[in-house]
């Protein structure tokens, strides 16, 4: 596909903003704002990719629950870092 970069990131920005739980809303929405737009190509197609997983997964990895899969380990650890503190 030859889509123009500003096209691909906002169309990467509509689905980080509009999934299936509300929580990954939230996290891949903020993450999508603060990250694309700085993005190499390899890295908007990786999380293009990730963005194809099931939204459960992509909860459980970020939440811990469970093992991330190898070519996302790098992403979702930046997503994680990128989560607010919230209080205990």
Known sequence: MNEPREHRIK???MRSMRRGIKEMDLILHRFAQDNLDTMDEAGLDLYDAML?????????WVSG?????????????????QL?????
């Open 65 to 81: 629950q469970n093992d991330v899969p190898e070519a996302y380990v790098g992403l979702i650890s930046r997503i994680i870092e």
């Open 11 to 13: 169309r990467l920005k």
């Open 84 to 88: 607010p503190d919230v209080p205990a």
């Open 52 to 60: 194809s997983e099931n939204d459960h997964d992509l909860y459980q």
